[in-house]
């Protein structure tokens, strides 16, 4: 009787270790990626990207005509098809996102001058361009003024406060014919910053070097590169207020193309 509850009980933990090792293998085990590199290669992809490159080199061009009173510094492209694997949350099975291709590109000048005028000009080209604010957005120009302004019931020394606030101010665009995917950022800085860009791989320092790449095709990973040219952040920074008072960046970024070919996705994208 003793052997045979003994045996009952060995048995049953066996069970219980089996149950335990399949939930650990299938929590831990990686569904099937989806083909990042096919997407990349396809004639639809790659007639995306073409028509993506033209585009941002068009506007970025026609906002720097708008602003022949800036010298431009230097350029960076980080463009890219990327799937990653990962978890909700904690104990849940990983699974992989959709391949999404996007493109980013900044253009960096520096120039001088009454900082409003600058920002008048730049705030008409864009909308010129047919780019429009997000809803309950502030143009350059209205985000100056209400930096510097302290408030109607502000003391004396809120009032010197505000008005000595760095001239540092930025804006995400939306293309006017509803568009999606697509992002015009228009940053300035003052005060030896460097204006950021969503996409824009510039100012991470985390980074070893400009060619240092965040992503790799790796387990968790898969990701095509098509172009990769980053700036030297502090570079940049000691050459523009070196000569002069405000860097300027003019960024277009674009999601071009996104899929899940050969595999199961869970629907969202990948953390940028």
Not at 176 to 200: E, F, N, Q
């Amino acid at each position: 009787m003793l052997l045979t509850l003994l045996g009952l009980v060995v048995a049953a933990a066996v069970i219980v270790v089996a149950v335990f090792a399949w939930a650990f293998y299938d929590l831990t085990t990686l569904p099937k990626a989806p083909d990042a590199a096919g997407l990349a290669r396809a004639a639809d992809t790659r007639e995306a990207r073409d028509r993506a490159v033209a585009f941002a080199d068009d506007h970025t061009a026609r906002l720097k005509a708008a602003a022949p009173w800036a010298e431009v510094l230097d350029s960076s492209v980080a463009d890219r098809c990327h799937a990653e694997a990962r978890s909700e949350s904690f104990g849940s099975k990983p699974a992989w996102s959709p391949v999404v291709c996007r493109r980013t590109t900044v253009l960096y000048a520096a120039f001088d001058g009454k900082i409003e005028q600058r920002l008048a000009d730049l705030d008409r080209a864009a909308e010129g361009l047919g780019w429009k604010l997000r809803p309950d957005g502030k143009n350059l120009v209205q985000q100056l003024r209400h930096m510097h302004s302290p408030g109607g019931d502000a003391t004396a020394e809120q009032t010197a406060e505000a008005l000595a606030r760095p001239n540092t101010v930025s804006v995400d665009h939306v293309p006017g014919d509803g568009r999606k995917g697509v992002t015009l950022t228009v940053g300035v800085a003052d005060g030896k910053g460097i204006p950021l860009v969503m996409g824009s791989w510039d100012d991470r320092t985390s980074l070893s070097g400009p060619d240092a790449k965040p992503y790799l095709d790796r387990e968790h990973e898969r990701v095509v590169y098509f172009d990769w040219r980053r700036v030297d952040a502090e570079g940049l920074k000691a050459k523009a207020y070196a000569g002069h008072r405000y860097l300027m960046a003019i960024g277009v970024t674009q999601t071009y193309a996104t899929g899940c070919p050969g595999a199961e996705c869970n629907g969202v994208g990948p953390a940028w």
